[in-house]
């Protein structure tokens, strides 16, 4: 299930890097290096929009690290209740997206911080679970792990998923359009949560909380 988010996360940056102006809603690290290049005057980056990110992100993060306090029992129903409002954010996005396109500058706005809601929310309660190398945002650790051990097929396999998802939503913004890269995105996370449901319906909490357990 957290392949699949990463999956998510590729997509979503991909339509915020391509179609929303140069930002990124999943990863922050870009954000707050672009937002370095806007203040120094570099050209194609905005302050305005990092900062929008890196809010909408943050808020996010509060939002699914209090989720994760008030669900702690039991990571399979944490996974479904966060994916299901994930899916919601979605959602809208989605819908926006198909209504008023993303070329406006206010819609862009309002899909950035929709966006960033969605995948800041994700990582502050996939970080709750503490699978190492898999936090479904970031790989700069996990590919360093990957080259200085020269070990970890968790490792390979989150970078190579969310290189697939990159791939799949640049192709789909570039020869379709953002509702259907926003689409895909929200029909993947909805899987996640009835797929996660279904699973964790049929086990007790110490099967998904114990170091071997999965998500």
């Known amino acids: 299930m957290l ?3 990463t999956v998510v996360t590729g997509l979503v940056d ?19 290096v672009f937002l370095g290049f806007a203040l120094a005057g570099a050209a194609g980056f905005s302050a305005t929009a990092s900062l929008a990110a890196l809010g909408a992100f943050l ?5 699914g690290g209090r989720l994760s306090g008030r669900l702690p029992g039991h990571r399979g129903r944490l996974l479904v209740v966060s994916a299901v409002l994930q899916a919601a954010l979605l959602a809208v996005s989605t819908v926006v997206a198909a209504l008023a396109g993303h070329t406006a500058e206010p819609v862009r706005y309002a899909l950035t911080v929709l966006l960033g809601l969605a995948m800041g929310l994700q990582n502050a309660v996939v970080r709750s679970f503490r699978i ?13 792990g990957l080259a200085a051990d020269l070990a970890g097929l968790r490792r390979f396999a989150s970078a190579g998923w ?18 259907a890269a926003l689409g895909l995105a929200l029909t993947l996370v909805v899987a996640v949560a009835l797929l996660t449901g279904r699973a964790a319906a049929g086990h007790p909490a110490p099967a998904w909380t114990g170091p071997d357990g999965g998500v």
């Open 3 to 5: 392949l699949v988010l």
């Open 14 to 32: 991909a339509v915020s890097y391509l179609a929303l102006g140069h930002v990124f809603v999943a990863n922050m690290t870009g954000n707050v």
């Open 59 to 63: 808020a996010g993060a509060l939002a």
């Open 132 to 144: 190492p190398d898999l936090t479904t945002t970031v790989l700069t650790m996990a590919l360093t």
């Open 162 to 179: 969310m290189f697939g998802g990159a791939f799949l939503g640049a192709a789909l913004v570039l020869n379709t359009d953002v509702t």
